[in-house]
């Protein structure tokens, strides 16, 4: 059974541009959280939530569902907004981010609302569960599979790395890991502050399937992901490379926007600027 709706690239493309339209909105409401990696990752998003994944936004705990981990939970807001767009809950609930009581925390947790499917917070754990539920899912002959959604900077820790060599010795062919190659973090540039090339040969010499796509060109990622459907033994890599803070001007490849949100006229600027793509 397929549930996912395969909308065509044109719509798709309106998603994310949409999507990040309710991220601005959100950030700005609430007076804090993530912009860049965020409006970044939207096209990654709209192509797996409208395109690639196999789910239903009706049945969220279908068994047979592809999984989701998203270990950079910082950049939660494009999930909710995908989420929302895609029918897991009302839109009008993206404006209760971060408030005390919401279900919508700067960082998700599991079973907060509908489609969300781990708690995140700590980087660099995201990719050692989705490879224990990749494993889990083998041992129940589920055909279902997990993607998990990292950031280049938690690759400068540890666990990232275990957990490749996990997912290459227990020959995970059901996990796909989306790497937000965006090059910046907090403090600066990640190449100032712990460099990561040759990143795609370092994956590579884990044992991984290894792709580097326009992580802003929906066919590109759409087709990487079917590369990655048909691998018969190996895990797959797909080193997206993004701009942070994608489609607002003054907010793009800048690392201060990784965690700053834009006030009021900011936002009616960028909005603006989103409106015009």
């Excluded at 395969?6 to 309710?22: D, G, S, T, V």
Aim: glycine fraction near 8%.
């Amino acid at each position: 059974m397929v549930v996912t709706h395969q909308l065509p690239l044109p719509i798709i493309e309106q998603k994310a541009l949409q999507i990040r339209r309710q991220i601005i909105k959100m950030l700005a409401h609430a007076g804090s959280g993530h912009p860049a990696g965020a409006l970044g990752m939207a096209d990654v998003f709209a192509a797996l939530y409208f395109h690639i994944l196999n789910v239903d936004p009706k049945n969220p705990e279908w068994e047979e569902r592809d999984r989701l981990i998203l270990s950079n939970g910082h950049i939660c807001p494009v999930l909710y907004a995908t989420l929302a767009e895609a029918g897991y809950f009302p839109k009008e609930e993206l404006l209760t981010l971060r408030q005390i009581h919401s279900r919508l925390q700067g960082h998700p947790h599991r079973h907060s609302i509908a489609g969300v499917e781990n708690t995140s917070g700590p980087l660099g754990q995201g990719l050692s569960l989705a490879a224990g539920w990749a494993l889990g899912l083998k041992m129940n002959h589920n055909q279902s599979r997990v993607f998990c959604i990292t950031s280049d900077g938690e690759h400068q820790e540890g666990q990232t790395w275990e957990a490749y060599q996990f997912a290459y010795k227990y020959q995970l062919n059901n996990l796909v890991n989306i790497v937000d190659r965006n090059q910046i973090q907090i403090t600066d540039y990640t190449k100032h502050v712990m460099p990561l090339e040759p990143l795609k040969a370092k994956i590579e010499s884990f044992g991984w399937q290894t792709i580097e796509v326009d992580g802003h060109d929906i066919t590109q990622i759409i087709a990487a992901c079917e590369t990655a459907r048909f691998e018969q033994a190996l895990p797959t890599a797909l080193i997206c490379h993004t701009v942070p803070g994608k489609g607002v001007s003054f907010m793009e490849n800048k690392p201060e926007w990784h965690g700053k949100p834009p006030d009021e006229e900011q936002a009616a600027r960028a909005l603006k600027e989103l409106s015009d793509e």
